[in-house]
């Protein structure tokens, strides 16, 4: 089991750019969960998708941030314009109904 | 919406002796109470969980408790080692309409050798 896959690993990038994170669930998974991490906010959760339906995005800071996921196997969360203040650590997760999630490595991201 | 407390923030205890989180949640119909260990620069990972049908977990020095007519679970580490130092979550599943984990603040426990 590969596990929860992630990339890029680390991305820097500057202010305005647009940014694309991917993640590959763990297979049989039917939910997918984005979050974001900072020393400031903790562990905040973006988006979550069940069986590739988006089903609640009010973590989503704002129009910039979309996701999608095409497929049960492939999710997209993407940062255009990317802004400093998005600088985080953003993690995808994957778990079954009612079962534990199982976080990827995460996508170190920095604006600058 | 749901809501998790968890206390301590920080907690540091000697090599040898346990140590004890405490997470209170807000939404009586939360069934499933996951706890996740965080070392420095890694990825949460899942350590323990409790369904709210049982009181009690056991896994070798950890232990989790459920008390549901009180809303809190407890993390337990007994004989605590230095590789036990990271940063502690714990969670509870929302269970209106589709399923979400909703965690608390973390605790970032230090074990002093």
């Known amino acids: 089991d590969a596990g929860v896959i992630q990339s890029p690993r680390h991305e820097v990038t500057e202010m305005g750019q647009e940014v694309t994170l991917r993640c590959k669930p763990i297979?049989?998974?039917?939910?997918l969960f984005w979050y974001r991490q900072t020393m400031m906010r903790g562990l905040e959760l973006l988006i979550y998708?069940?069986?590739?339906?988006?089903?609640?995005d009010s973590g989503m800071p704002e129009d910039r941030f979309s996701a999608k996921m095409p497929n049960a196997s492939f999710s997209t969360l993407k940062i255009q314009p990317s802004e400093p203040r998005d600088s985080a650590v953003y993690f995808c997760?994957?778990?079954?109904?009612?079962?534990?999630?199982?976080f990827g490595p995460g996508t170190r991201l920095t604006v600058l | 919406g749901e809501n998790v407390e968890q206390h301590p923030s920080t907690l540091s205890v000697q090599e040898g002796d346990s140590a004890v989180i405490k997470c209170t949640y807000s939404?009586?119909?939360?069934?499933?109470f996951p706890w996740y260990k965080q070392e420095l620069g890694k990825r949460p990972q899942l350590i323990i969980d409790?369904?709210?049908?049982?009181g009690e977990k056991k896994d070798q020095r950890i232990a989790v408790t459920l008390n549901k007519t009180a809303k809190h679970f407890s993390l337990h580490i007994t004989e605590t080692q230095p590789e036990d130092s990271a940063v502690y979550f714990c969670?509870?599943?929302?269970?209106?309409?589709?399923?979400?984990?909703?965690f608390g603040q973390g605790t970032r426990l230090t074990i002093n050798p």
């Open positions: 997760a994957s778990s079954l109904w009612s079962g534990g999630q199982f």
């Open positions: 297979s049989g998974h039917n939910s």
């Open positions: 998708f069940n069986n590739n339906v988006p089903i609640d």
């Open positions: 939404d009586s119909a939360s069934n499933y």
């Open positions: 409790i369904r709210s049908n049982v």
């Open positions: 969670a509870a599943l929302i269970i209106q309409g589709a399923q979400k984990l909703v």
